[in-house]
């Protein structure tokens, strides 16, 4: 006779403490402490000779492919990417260990940020066994080494909330707003550009983005234009002229990745219909969407 055990397979997650996040003195710490977490410079200059930018990008892609794939919480992924910043600042890499670099930031990002951490045999599995746990397990013990053990580092996800909360936004589409930032924040991880971008910046001009994208629906002007970017130089104690440049840029990556994601859709069209292109003509005449609300994020 079978036994069926009917329990729930649930994963805990932490609710945010009203109490920290209306208290501006852990704002303030945030952004005291943001910059000890950063790489000092563009380890492509200097540190780095046979790994590229695109080699970069490419891994974090993957990194953040299996990040959603494993629903991981959505600090895993910016905080990988910030260990995996500041080891290539410091120790020169070889390209075929650069996977190996990526699933080791993933494996201790996520022992830091989730109940449920990902195994080395599961990270193994994502880069087709060309890896052995053995070998995670040992990589990781060196970046342990060269990230000095400071593992606690500030992200751009740190400061959503007391961003938000500070905003006076219509409650009934902050779920939705907060979707979009993260989005926006995970786009940013995988641009080296905003790899040296303090994690503030980049979050007060992911916010502003996703609320000026959203275009939402508010009787309170002060969300619009330069009164919003105001407002949210001021939160994070941000140039204004700066934060602007940070939201324009942010906006570009968005519309470049857009754009690649059109690419790769109709290049797969043709690819299935064929040499002949026939149902060419036919297809959906879509366009890169002029704002967010368009965007199936």
Known sequence: MQLLCLEMDTIIRARPDPNLLGDDRVLQSLLTIEERFLPQYSYFKGVQTDIKPFMRRMVATWMLEVCQEQKCEEEVFPLAMNYLDRFLAVVPTKKCNLQLLGAVCMFLASKLKETRPLTAEKLC???????????????????LGKLK????????????????????????????????????IALCATDFRFAMHPPSMIATGSVGAAICGLQLDSADQSQWGDSLTDLLAKITNTEVDVLKECQEQIERVLLSSLREGRQQQQQQQQMQRGPSGKGLEEQDQSSTPTDVRDVNL
């Not at 599995?125 to 970046?143: C, K």
């Not at 751009?156 to 902050?174: A, S, Y």
């Open 125 to 143: 599995i994502y880069t087709d066994n060309s890896i052995r746990p053995q070998e995670l397990l040992e990589w990781e013990l060196v970046v």
């Open 149 to 184: 053990w400071n593992l606690a580092a500030v992200t751009p996800n740190d400061f959503i909330e007391h961003i938000v909360r500070r905003l006076p936004l219509p409650e009934d589409k902050l779920a939705l707003i907060r979707k979009h930032v993260q989005t926006f």
